[in-house]
């Protein structure tokens, strides 16, 4: 009997850097379990991401200092498949990897550097010509290729009918689990003066601690939910009002009406690209964004959830032959 290839993943999380290398690359792992023998290296991991990640594969703690870095190499055999995300894994680090013989995949946000690596996925962005990359590097470019969670990519699955709604009445509030420019307080205080909402939705992370500042019965924090959760509220919302992350493409994929915008750097190109697609109602830079703006746009414009359905339909599958043909 075939033993199963080796995946290693590396990503870290925390409330500088946010959680969403750590989510992403887990849901990729999740997407592959079957077919590979998956482990998850993290340094420090928190109570929520040893959660995350009994379900889908064994977590090996690395130490959250510098000394993590030459400790996960020498855990490489040459064998192995590597998945590396987060901006601080330079080219001398990828270099190092495939020295060891090992084939490597690197989940970009920035294109801010050359990369080595045998794969490079970015699914906010189209545009080939701004990497720099190896003649053999395959690129792996687009929504075609976002990494969702299993509830995101189920939700994907289900058949829908247009969408359109006369009345924002149940919202979704999400800007990821570190929100360190507090967009969260500003969001719900600008929306719960509309009198036609009923329900103001607030996914938060463990750093969340203003809840007594929000009275209002129509207001309701869901800290550090279930991915399952997220999925059944943006499901079931009128509008999503998220950041252009990870969390945003979720929420497409659960037939949402979006309005998204950009807070970091590494969001523009997610958010630049879901404009051009006619996928969500645009709020630029959201230090600036008025969310009450959003109820002046045109609510009822091209449903997308057709759209949206044939983007993600067959992300799973191609994520498995992909990591099939490495060799």
């Not at 929504?143 to 699955?157: G, H, M, S, T, V």
């Not at 059944?232 to 950041?243: H, Q, R, Y």
Request: proline content about 2%.
């Amino acid at each position: 009997m075939n033993r199963k290839r080796k995946i290693f993943f590396r990503a870290d999380a925390g409330s500088t850097i946010g959680y969403g290398h750590f989510i992403r690359s887990l849901a990729l792992a999740d997407m592959l379990k079957k077919e590979f023998d998956c482990t998850f290296f993290t340094q420090i991991p928190t109570e929520y991401q040893k959660k995350e990640a009994m379900p889908v594969c064994r977590l090996v703690e690395l130490p959250n200092d510098e000394s993590k870095f030459q400790r996960f190499l020498d855990y490489l055999t040459g064998k192995e498949i590597v998945v590396l995300d987060n901006y601080f894994f330079t080219t001398e680090y990828q270099r190092a990897i495939k020295a060891k013989g090992c084939q490597l995949v690197c989940i970009d946000d920035m294109h801010d550097k050359h990369y080595v690596a045998d794969v490079v996925i970015n699914h906010g962005c189209h545009r080939a010509e701004l990497f720099d990359v190896e003649p053999y590097t395959s690129l792996c470019l687009g929504l075609e290729w976002a990494l969702l969670r299993k509830p995101f990519l189920e939700a994907a699955q289900q058949p829908r009918s247009p969408k359109h709604v006369d009345k924002i009445e149940k919202t979704v509030v999400c800007f990821g689990g570190s929100d360190t420019m507090h967009l969260t307080e500003k969001a719900i205080t600008e929306l719960m003066p509309i009198h036609d909402i009923q329900s103001i939705n607030a996914i938060v992370g463990n750093h969340f601690d203003t809840f007594q500042q929000f009275e209002d019965s129509r207001v309701h924090f869901h800290q550090n939910i279930s991915a399952q959760a997220v999925a059944e509220l943006f499901t079931a919302c009128d509008l999503a009002v998220v950041s252009a992350s990870s969390v945003c493409i979720e929420a497409l994929a659960c037939g949402a009406k979006v309005a998204a915008g950009w807070y970091v750097e590494n969001q523009k190109e997610i958010y630049d690209l879901c404009v051009q697609l006619n996928l969500i109602i645009g709020l630029n830079h959201l230090s600036d964004a008025s969310f009450i703006s959003i109820f002046n746009s045109d609510m009822n414009r091209k449903n997308h959830s057709t759209t949206c359905n044939s983007l993600f339909t067959n992300i799973k599958n191609n994520y498995v032959n992909l990591f099939k043909s490495c060799h």
